[in-house]
């Protein structure tokens, strides 16, 4: 079993939940990493994905804006070299939900 007080064990849960389209349950796992760890970038990159794609516009901007906070330099393109997932399905879904939240590269 993951130990869920070792945070980094959540997102990977979460990017694996997002990538199998459960949106909802990667939705609680990056919840449950920025309880405990809130300066994730990546947990909060993928959690505004998710609120974006929900079309959950105002929860969306909000993650966005803490994100943007923690790492004003992200990047989807640096995400895409950083993570390449054998499918660009992965990071193309991101991207749209990221977009859809009003985050421009």
Request: hydrophobic residues 45%.
């Amino acid at each position: 079993a993951l130990d869920p007080h070792y945070d980094i064990a959540m997102q990977l849960v979460g990017r694996a939940q997002f990538a199998l389209g459960r949106d909802e349950d990667a939705r609680k796992s990056f919840e449950q990493r920025l309880a405990v760890n809130p300066n994730s970038d990546m947990s909060r990159a993928f959690l505004t994905a998710i609120e974006g794609l929900a079309g959950r516009d105002a929860e969306a901007r909000a993650n966005l804006e803490k994100l943007l906070e923690v790492n004003p330099g992200f990047s989807v393109a640096a995400l895409r070299t950083r993570y390449p997932y054998r499918s660009t399905a992965v990071m193309d879904r991101l991207a749209d939900g990221l977009a859809k939240a009003g985050f421009t590269e």
